[in-house]
């Protein structure tokens, strides 16, 4: 009986399991079991080395689904990220992302849509490690601006979103969804989604100084 297992990866406290979980069950996945990971860094810590990263590769079978979020939720690393997919495919699993609802198989034998598929996990898993490398150094300027500032410091209006919301507008922007998308998904204004995008330094430095 083929099971679906929705993967969940959380590295900050304003990340949710739950979040995922629910937005994947109202696209419509009936999930099983869900298995996730607290705290876990996918940049610099692969699937396998994961407490619950580690049973997914125990326990999907032949023709069993895998759900993710997206595919930074396998991992933010390149080359992780496309032997993680590639390993799944080849034991007979199918890995589908709630967000763009894309689906990766072994199905097909055509050389050229191999070519195709292997092509788009590529970029999927470069574009997820060019956005985290992005927002840390952008976080790093924001602590760094929060430290200089320290004594005396002006902190400015509080910024009208949360961390949760500001990696969630980086994380879709990286995909290519429009402005009026992301504010739908996040609920912020679409004047907060372009003040984010525009000035990511910025965003991430009002985040630090309030200790959000």
């Known amino acids: 009986m083929t099971k679906i297992v929705l993967y969940a990866r959380v590295s900050t406290a304003d990340q949710t399991i739950e979040h995922q979980e629910a937005q994947a069950r109202s696209a419509g996945f009936m999930i099983d079991e869900v298995v996730a990971d607290k705290g876990e860094s996918g940049l610099t810590t ?7 990263g580690r049973r997914l590769f125990d326990m999907l079978r032949d023709s069993d689904v895998l759900v993710v979020r997206w595919v ?18 080849r034991r007979g699993v199918i890995v589908r992302t709630v967000i763009n609802n ?3 198989d072994g199905a097909t034998k055509d050389p050229m849509q191999q070519a195709v598929r292997d092509a788009l996990i590529a970029f999927m898993a470069a574009t997820a490690q060019a956005q985290a490398e992005a927002t840390k150094e952008a976080q790093k300027a924001g602590i760094d601006h929060a430290k200089a500032a320290e004594d005396g410091r002006y902190l400015g209006r509080k910024p009208s979103f949360t961390t949760e919301q500001f990696q969630r507008v980086h994380d879709m922007l990286s995909q290519g969804a429009g402005v009026s998308m992301i504010a739908k998904s996040t609920s912020l204004s679409r004047q907060t989604i372009y003040r984010i995008k525009d000035n990511p330094t910025e965003s991430a430095a009002a ?5 959000l």
Do not use: H, K, Q
């Not at 930074?72 to 495919?89: H, K, P, Q, S, W």
């Open 207 to 211: 985040l630090a100084s309030w200790g």
């Open 46 to 52: 692969r699937l396998s080395e994961r407490p619950e």
């Open 72 to 89: 930074d939720r396998l991992g933010r690393n390149y080359a992780d990220v496309c032997d993680t997919i590639r390993e799944f495919m």
């Open 102 to 104: 894309m689906t990766f």
